[in-house]
């Protein structure tokens, strides 16, 4: 699709879709889809900030992978949900005590700058006050620790 009527559709759905509070979440991203996937999300007003001045999802990437595979494979369906957890693009929504909002993505957000917007919209997040991070920690192939699982 070109690029400038995504930006165009994009743009539509925000419209339809503003009456949303912004959620805290986490997502992976299917590059050749184009698309989010896994996304678990709530909204960020019903979660307490942490001592840290920090709130988001509290459920983890490890976890929900864990249990989407389960819950597929026991219904006899083929799970995407397969392999190393770590391997597709993967991210967290944080907020912080200030109001603004954080993508924590890693490096392979430097080879997809698009999937910003689908997240934004995907989270109905505040276009002036978010902004995007990476992190060592969201690179393919890592996990809990600095190694490469």
Do not use: C
């Amino acid at each position: 699709m070109p690029e400038e009527k995504r930006n165009e559709i994009i743009e539509d759905m925000r419209k339809l879709d503003n009456n949303h509070s912004p959620q805290l979440g986490i997502f992976w991203y299917n590059p050749e889809a184009d698309e989010l996937f896994g996304v678990n999300a709530t909204d960020s007003d019903i979660i307490p900030f942490s001592a840290n001045g920090r709130k988001t999802y509290r459920k983890l990437h490890k976890d929900i992978w864990q249990r989407e595979f389960h819950k597929a494979t026991a219904k006899g369906k083929q799970p995407i949900f397969t392999g190393d957890y770590t391997q597709p693009p993967r991210g967290r929504i944080f907020q912080y005590e200030d109001g603004h909002f954080e993508i924590m993505v890693g490096d392979w957000i430097d080879e997809y700058p698009n999937v910003v917007d689908l997240i934004m919209l995907e989270f109905d997040l505040p276009k002036d006050n978010t902004i995007v991070v990476k992190d060592s920690h969201w690179n393919i192939g890592h996990g809990w620790s600095d190694e490469i699982i």
